[in-house]
């Protein structure tokens, strides 16, 4: 594991330290979960707003109909057996 070091507004490490000696959770635990939900809720962001980019795209639209209809006559085949 590689050693970090930051400085952070005093107000924030006093919430930090409180939530430490709450949770009796090492400050760094506290700020490694933290780190990776607002990282994942980029990452979630990032898809939405490139499915929302896609929405508008005529041939990403066609390409999805297309897979659609071939999913659709599987289905059907699959019910025949």
């Known amino acids: 594991m590689t050693t970090f070091t930051s400085s952070l507004p005093d107000d924030l490490l006093d919430k930090l330290a409180k939530a430490s000696s709450n949770l009796k959770m090492p400050k760094n ?3 490694e979960r933290a780190l990776n939900v607002y ?3 980029l990452d979630r962001a ?3 707003k490139s499915y929302k980019r896609m929405a ?3 041939d990403m639209i066609a390409m999805a ?3 659609m209809a071939e999913y659709l006559e599987l289905l059907k085949e ?3 057996e």
Request: charged share 45%; no cysteine.
């Open 46 to 48: 990032a898809y939405e």
């Open 56 to 58: 508008n795209d005529p």
């Open 78 to 80: 699959f019910d025949k």
């Open 29 to 31: 635990k506290i700020i």
């Open 65 to 67: 109909e297309e897979g």
């Open 39 to 41: 990282l994942e809720q």
